[in-house]
């Protein structure tokens, strides 16, 4: 049964009255973007194929996030270390350059099709529209972190063994150890805020692409926001899957070994500021804009 829905009409929870058009077809061309009230339709659409999709499905996609994230973060880490007794360039051009090289993880998993714990926050607008329950949102969440969780060890494991940490005379496994350990070393308050500041920008990266209408444009969208998490030092939580482990293995058996309840807990508060934002501040402010009128009857 549904509610009163207001001058919009169409049913957010409707998968079929999305199309590939315009909501103004005569005045808008087909190569422009959708406009923010279809972006918002369509974000309840996918998050009601993502809860829907087959455990295996889920949990394999989940995998492939990651793997292509911690890709990204691994081409980040070459990109911003020097090697010894290089000139170390300017500060801000050189996260800049790992900024644009990490949006490869964004690119790879919006592209190629995976399934992000981060990027999935985005299905609470799909909760609050009354798209989805409860349970299944907390479902997919629980079983794409784990799929991620797996995908980003796995990753760094493989990295490990193919001694990419030996890069530049050993100045990469130096740079991975000196990244855990900044992370390591932030209070709460600053791990949960950088999580929180950092999937707004994922989220927001998410909202763009769902606004793109070719594989340019999800690319032309996904680098700007995902440039400008890394480049301001904020924290995502599936990255830090692949840094942690890898910097408590290598730095493991020296004078300055990595703490695991560090990492841990990093883990723990980076994951939950990542919720905060993707929820709180990018889908239900959405929602709140374009759909709270649409939403059916609980």
């Given amino acids: 049964m549904l509610g009163d829905r207001g001058p919009r009409g169409a049913d957010p929870c409707d998968v079929d009255h999305v199309t590939t058009e ?19 339709a369509r974000v309840c659409k ?13 949990v394999g996609l989940a995998v492939l996030a990651g793997a292509f994230i911690s890709l990204g973060a691994l081409f980040y880490t070459v990109t911003v270390t020097t090697g010894p007794g290089a000139a170390a360039p300017p500060f801000g051009l050189l996260r800049l350059a790992g900024g ?27 909760w609050a529209a009354g798209c989805v329950q ?8 629980c079983w794409v972190y784990l799929g991620n969780l797996l995908g980003a060890v796995g990753t760094a494991a493989l990295v490990w063994s193919a001694g990419v940490q030996t890069l530049g005379d050993g100045a990469v496994g130096e740079t991975l150890v000196k ?25 927001l990266a998410v909202w763009l692409c769902m606004g793109a209408r070719s594989v340019a444009d999800k690319i032309l969208a996904i680098v700007l926001p995902i440039s400008a998490f890394v480049a301001c030092g904020f924290e995502h939580s599936v990255a830090n899957m692949f840094f942690l482990p890898l910097g408590l293995v290598l730095a493991a058996g020296s004078a300055a070994s990595l703490s695991v309840a560090g990492a841990l807990v990093n883990l723990g508060l ?29």
């Fill in 22 to 40: 315009s909501t103004t077809p005569s005045t808008v061309s087909v190569a422009d973007a959708y406009p923010p009230p279809e972006i918002a």
């Fill in 46 to 58: 996918v998050g009601l194929a993502k809860v829907s999709t087959p455990l295996s499905t889920m």
């Fill in 100 to 126: 644009l090289t990490f949006s490869l993880g964004l690119v790879l998993v919006v592209v190629g099709g995976a399934e992000l714990f981060t990027g999935n926050n985005l299905i609470a607008m799909a």
């Fill in 134 to 141: 409860t349970h299944q949102v907390v479902r997919n969440w």
């Fill in 179 to 203: 990244i855990a350990r900044s992370k390591i070393a932030l209070d709460p308050v600053q791990a949960v805020a950088r999580g929180i500041l950092c999937n707004v920008l994922v989220c």
């Fill in 270 to 298: 980076v994951t939950l500021g990542n919720i905060i934002g993707g929820t709180l501040l990018v889908a239900l402010v959405y929602w709140f804009v374009y759909l709270r009128t649409d939403a059916p009857v609980r």
